[in-house]
């Protein structure tokens, strides 16, 4: 245990069934948090890792399903989380697609389709969740962006677009709820060893990327967690507003 004032925290984690989400999931869990891991859709297999989570740590493991597409799903989806819990303490805006298309080659259902789950729903849900941490004056959110969203890489103008737009509202928010004594910050990745990245990126492209980074090579999924967890931390009390790059240089 790395954070002991992480112990009993209720933590609303997005995306948890794969990649960063899922790690971020076991590690706030190790910490002693409660953890409500929000999924499109739970399968055995999700289940039953959160039930040898559950037995390691003694801390229950509450799946909460909806689809990012859908505000209504989302909106029932937290009101299950709002009935457990009344306090929340920490949410981690970690769900995301990625497409890889040129700006002219973009079609509009597309673009529509990336800024709702990357953007749109992610409003919504923080909306509903910074209301209850102001009636706490506590609080604390983070949101995934990407080093795309600086880099600008080719051939993903609808993806860097979208995590460009988390990394100003993370910022904006952070100003509009500091009175309420909620902080909140982004995280930018860089490559970083998921299925996702070696499904949307080409083996020759992703080596000549890996290349460009000091470390030559790819984040494990740890280290972004690591930043996650020190963000959520009372060890990061200062750090607010704040895009952090995790990306060796890249």
Do not use: W
């Not at 002991?4 to 971020?24: A, H, M, Q, S, Y």
């Not at 981690?92 to 259902?109: C, R």
């Amino acid at each position: 245990m790395l954070y002991p004032d992480l112990v009993n925290k209720n933590v609303i984690l997005t995306g948890c069934n794969r990649g960063i989400g899922k790690e971020t999931l076991t590690q706030f869990s190790n910490n002693g948090s409660n953890c409500f891991a929000c999924i499109r859709k739970n399968n055995s297999e999700f289940t039953n890792f959160c039930k040898t989570l559950e037995k390691k740590n003694k801390k229950k493991i509450h799946i909460v399903e909806f689809d990012l597409l859908n505000i209504e799903e989302i909106k029932e989806g937290l009101q299950k989380v709002f009935s457990v819990f009344d306090k929340i303490d920490v949410l981690v805006n970690n769900a995301g697609i990625v497409k890889n298309s040129l700006f002219l080659m973009t079609s509009q259902k597309d673009l529509q389709e990336m800024f709702q789950i990357n953007f749109f729903s992610q409003v919504y849900l923080t909306q509903l969740v910074s209301k209850k941490m102001i009636t706490k004056k506590s609080g604390n959110i983070i949101f995934l962006s990407s080093s795309s969203a600086k880099n600008a890489d080719f051939g993903r103008f609808s993806y860097s677009c979208s995590k460009s737009s988390i990394e100003t509202l993370s910022k904006t928010l952070s100003k509009e709820l500091a009175s309420y004594n909620i902080r909140v910050n982004s995280v930018s990745p860089g490559l970083v060893n998921t299925s996702m990245t070696k499904n949307f990126i080409k083996e020759k492209e992703l080596k000549n990327e890996i290349n460009k980074t000091l470390a030559k090579k790819m984040a494990d999924t740890q280290d972004v967690t690591n930043l996650i967890l020190f963000l959520a931390s009372s060890k990061s009390n200062y750090i607010n507003g704040s895009n952090l790059p995790i990306d060796s240089g890249l």
